[in-house]
Structure formats: structure tokens, C-alpha cells
């Protein structure tokens, strides 16, 4: 298993972009496919993005497509989440979350985590 350990939240306008930074501990962070979730108040947790083990497969949810970018560093154990365009409905805690060890990208689409980080709060508000 691997340890995650968000930061980078912060409150940003409308508008605005902001990068969400993921550190991960523990043995072969590369054999993990990696995504963002993130849960706002009142609702259920949903998926953002995923990105496979060699960062060449992304994948993300209608909601964030054309604004929201996924990769990875897997030389510094780092995955990343930049978000452009951000609007008041982004608010919410991201997670950040590894799949099964060896496990593909749709492992991580699909809910299957192993490890989550303790989440990192984005405010959007003018």
C-alpha cells in the first residue's frame, strides 16, 4: 500500500485556477493507476480523474473535462491536479486515491481504491 498526503487547497474566485499536489510513500507508487475524487457537502464522494501507472492513460469525469488535468511524477512519487476554469460547483474536498497494486486505470474509474489521502479543501467564491 501507499500513503497520500494531499495539499494545495485554498480558497480561488470563479475563474480562477488552482494545482492540487498528491505525495505518496511506500514501496512501487509506478504500479498504481491514481485518481482524484472529491465530495462537497451534502453529497456523495464522485470521481474526478484517474491516470494510469506510466501516466499515458487519463481519464475524467464530464464535469471537469477541458478544465481539469491529471498527471504524474512517478521519479518523485507525485501525482497532480490542475484545475482551470474553476467554478462555484468544483468546491469541495479532493481526495486523492490509489488503486489496487498492478491494477488499470478503470480500477480507479470504477471506485476500486486501496489508499486514500486525508483530502485537501477547495473553497471557490468571490
Known amino acids: 500500500q501507499v500513503q497520500l498526503v494531499e495539499s494545495g487547497g485554498e480558497l480561488v474566485q470563479p475563474g480562477g485556477s488552482l494545482r492540487l499536489s498528491c505525495a505518496a510513500s511506500?514501496?512501487?507508487?509506478?504500479?498504481?493507476?491514481m485518481g482524484w475524487f472529491r465530495q462537497a457537502p451534502g453529497k456523495e464522494r464522485e470521481f474526478v480523474a484517474a491516470?494510469?501507472?506510466?501516466?499515458?492513460?487519463?481519464y475524467y469525469a464530464d464535469s471537469v473535462k477541458g478544465r481539469f488535468t491529471v498527471s504524474r511524477d512517478n521519479a518523485n512519487n507525485m501525482v497532480y491536479l490542475q484545475m482551470n476554469s474553476l467554478k462555484s460547483e468544483d468546491a469541495a474536498v479532493y481526495y486523492c486515491?490509489?488503486?489496487?497494486?498492478?491494477?488499470?486505470?478503470?480500477?480507479?474509474?470504477?471506485?476500486?481504491?486501496?489508499?486514500w489521502g486525508q483530502g485537501t479543501q477547495v473553497t471557490v467564491s468571490s
Open positions: 491516470v494510469s501507472w506510466s501516466g499515458g492513460s487519463t
Open positions: 486515491a490509489a488503486g489496487p497494486k498492478d491494477g488499470a486505470i478503470i480500477t480507479v474509474i470504477r471506485g476500486d481504491i486501496d489508499s
Open positions: 511506500g514501496r512501487d507508487f509506478e504500479a498504481y493507476a
